[in-house]
């Protein structure tokens, strides 16, 4: 099983931003994905979640300025950030669990620098 994430890079502050993961491999089903960040020096943090049926929660730094969604049928899941600042700056990975068989799997990404400098 794999998860591979897409979308970072070097915006402007205000730009916007579209993350993708995609998981991969021998999945039976995907239950409760999510972003995290971590910044230089910093843990890694919640961004948000977001669950099979679509229910999502949202770090309160997000909140109001990133959107998490998913495609069930692709084993994919976004994050759309807007109005991004410079303390969004950091390696953002998702993170997914995944059912192979009967039993439930947590996947880490590889990670996507997010860059937010004028």
């Known amino acids: 099983v794999q998860l591979v994430e897409s979308g970072g890079g070097l915006v402007q502050p205000g730009g916007s931003l579209r993350l993708s993961c995609a998981a991969s491999g021998g999945i039976f089903s995907v239950n409760a994905m999510g972003w995290y960040r971590q910044a230089p020096g910093n843990q890694r943090d919640l961004v948000a979640t977001?669950?099979?049926?679509?229910?999502?929660n949202y770090a309160d730094s997000a909140k109001g300025r990133f959107a998490i969604s998913r495609d069930n049928a692709k084993n994919s899941m976004y994050l759309t950030m807007n109005s991004l600042k410079p303390d969004d700056t950091a390696v953002y990975y998702c993170r997914a669990n995944i059912m192979i068989g009967p039993y439930e799997y947590q996947y880490w990404g590889q990670g996507t620098q997010v860059t937010v400098s004028s």
């Open positions: 977001i669950s099979s049926s679509g229910n999502t």
